[in-house]
């Protein structure tokens, strides 16, 4: 957040709803969030499965450039932590002054995207977690514009291809 002047940085901060959390407590609905002490898992509002574990320091949008987002949840993953979380409209506000702050968050969002995509489709439901995490760990987020070729046919395919958004 170094990028925002000055005082957009301290009302944004003041719009902050900063949440403590225990293990496997959760906060959802929300434009982005800073964890601020402590470890959270990612998952989709609507799985169980978790995408993602982050740690203190980290920063996510829950909006990305791809397709329409997936509704997001942190879940308290240690005995105490502390996030605090903006709606879409403090991040509007906040950003407007220097965009490409924002265009970056989105587009690390997309990594967390995809990866909850995961956790939705026949690969959840085939692996363990541990497995799954270990799978999509060495996988790279390409984003495809439309019409944009990513395989030819009658090609060898370059190791292994999933689609987790779009």
Known sequence: FTDLP???RDAFAKEAQVHSLGRD???????LALVIEGEFDVAATIVDASAERIRTGAVLRSQG????PMELRLIGASEQ?????WDA?????????????????ASLA???QALVGVTMGPLAE???PERRQAFTDRLEVKRLEPGEVLIEQGKIVPGIL???VG
């Open 126 to 128: 085939r692996l363990e």
């Open 162 to 164: 999933l689609v987790g």
């Open 65 to 68: 450039t791809i397709g329409d």
């Open 81 to 85: 932590g502390k996030v605090a979380i």
């Open 110 to 112: 997309d990594r967390t």
């Open 25 to 31: 407590e959760e906060v959802s609905d929300f434009a």
């Open 6 to 8: 000055d005082d957009a």
């Open 89 to 105: 409209e403090s991040v509007e506000r906040a950003f407007r002054t220097c965009p490409w702050v924002a265009e970056d968050l």
